[in-house]
């Protein structure tokens, strides 16, 4: 009987060993795979704000050499024409945050999302994050503005397709609160959002869990909640204290 109940006793713990390595095993895949996608999204962000920083500094050119040719005494414009030329010209101009890296991807997205009435606002002055990576910066306003766009974008009220950005410092904190509106319903599997089709560049998640990354650098962190159809992420940094970014 005991040498039945020992027999018994060894095999369960035996299937248990095997249960739990099966399971560690799949994190560590799944983890991995995870980890992939993160190094392949940021580089891919690294390649899209190269690129968007290399056309925008030659927009900004441009329109530095339209304004002096507009006050030029030669140039025999109608006012009103003028006045048009001037208005394109200031597209450029609306979006100074006191970051460049900033600046780039703001008007990146407002390049792309124009036509569809999208409208971006920027309050604060970005100049206290001039301490982040460019990379970093880069990646995580990208992933934070790309999301909230695409959600507005859903949205059949154009009034509604607003994404709205606020700076805070308190303290040794910097607080990023990004807002947009957004048509569905979001639930939550701990921090992050669950897979939901009215978020479509959100809803795997990859894109937070980028951000979220990134922040983790500078001793960071993400918040998500939503308040009614207002979608709000707030990204915060811990300001340096002279320890080097790892």
């Not at 006793?9 to 560590?28: K, M």
């Not at 920083?53 to 025999?76: F, G, Q, R, V, W």
Request: one cysteine or more.
């Amino acid at each position: 009987g005991s040498i039945a109940l020992s027999s018994s006793l060894y095999v369960w713990v035996f299937t248990l060993l095997i249960f739990f390595a099966q399971v560690g095993i799949y994190l560590i895949i799944e983890l991995s795979n995870e980890n992939k996608v993160l190094r392949r999204m940021r580089e891919s962000d690294r390649e899209h704000y190269e690129i968007a920083k290399s056309t925008i500094e030659n927009i900004n050119i441009k329109a530095h050499d339209l304004k002096h040719m507009l006050n030029s005494p030669s140039l025999n414009l109608d006012p009103t024409e003028r006045e048009n030329i001037l208005k394109s010209i200031n597209f450029y101009d609306e979006l100074k945050t006191g970051n460049s890296t900033i600046d780039v991807v703001l008007m990146d997205n407002k390049l792309r999302y124009s036509n569809e009435g999208v409208v971006y606002t920027f309050n604060g002055n970005a100049e206290c994050l001039n301490f982040v990576r460019e990379i970093d910066i880069a990646s995580i306003f990208s992933n934070a503005i790309a999301n909230a766009s695409d959600a507005v974008m859903q949205l059949e009220n154009k009034d509604m397709r607003v994404v709205s950005i606020t700076l805070e410092e308190k303290g040794d904190m910097i607080f990023v609160t990004f807002r947009n509106y957004f048509d569905g319903k979001i639930n939550f599997n701990g921090k992050f959002p669950e897979t939901n089709k009215s978020l479509h560049k959100i809803d795997h998640g990859f894109g937070l869990k980028s951000i979220y990354r990134n922040v983790q650098k500078y001793n960071g962190d993400v918040s998500i909640k939503v308040n009614d159809n207002i979608f709000i992420l707030v990204v915060y940094f811990c300001k340096p204290n002279g320890q080097e970014v790892q």
